[in-house]
């Protein structure tokens, strides 16, 4: 029997979609492994898709090595500060009113979401002096773009009273990029990231 979709669920659901997204880039910059495999990604395999700005093809792990990974590979830097504005929840159905009555409708799963990213990023290690070259002088590198999300409710963590929306794909869309290029070059003493 399909569960009433209320305005008052549909307001939560939107609320703790946005949550959920907010967190994956406060944990990248907070060296937070363990919250985001458990607040924003869904259990087992997630895909995630980096591709725009680092090539290769998109990675199917586990949420665990994901979060580790992505955790790892952000301590080379000496701070970072990732952004997450104007997201648009596509897919969520606006639940109608007849008369001042709900509209039932089934509880959705799943929903997608588009969002700007801007991420900043700083390694004292990558600045040399100005007369190589302007271009690399500076210890920061700066881009924007969009990210989106597949994400999914989790019964399971509803039904414990929990936020239940979690991101099973996410991808990037770099669109521009400035600063020192160097500051992404891995440092010698970085963790090596690995893949399942």
Do not use: Y
């Given at each position: 029997m399909a569960t009433e979709y209320t305005i008052q669920q549909y307001l939560l659901d939107r609320a703790n979609i946005q949550d959920t997204v907010n967190k994956i880039t406060l944990y990248y910059d907070t060296g937070n492994a363990d919250a985001l495999a458990d607040e924003c990604y869904a259990p087992g395999e997630v895909t995630i898709d980096y591709t725009s700005m680092f090539a290769g093809r998109p990675l199917t792990v586990s949420?665990?090595?994901?979060?580790?990974?992505?955790?790892?590979?952000?301590?080379?830097?000496?701070?970072?500060?990732?952004?997450?504005?104007?997201?648009?929840?596509?897919?969520?159905?606006?639940?109608?009113?007849?008369?001042?009555?709900?509209?039932?409708?089934?509880?959705?799963?799943?929903?997608?979401?588009?969002?700007?990213?801007?991420?900043?990023?700083?390694?004292?290690?990558?600045?040399?002096t100005a007369t190589e070259s302007a271009e690399f002088a500076g210890s920061l590198i700066h881009n924007g773009g969009r990210y989106e999300f597949d994400m999914v409710r989790i019964k399971e963590l509803e039904e414990a009273g929990k936020n239940p929306w979690r991101v099973r794909r996410h991808k990037c869309f770099l669109t521009w990029s400035d600063g020192n290029p160097r500051v992404m070059e891995p440092m010698k003493d970085a963790p090596v990231v690995t893949r399942e």
């Open positions: 949420n665990r090595k994901w979060a580790a990974d992505a955790v790892g590979t952000m301590r080379i830097f000496d701070a970072k500060q990732h952004v997450v504005t104007g997201l648009v929840i596509e897919q969520l159905p606006q639940p109608a009113i007849a008369a001042g009555v709900n509209i039932a409708s089934t509880t959705p799963d799943t929903c997608t979401v588009v969002a700007n990213v801007n991420g900043h990023v700083m390694r004292k290690a990558a600045a040399v």
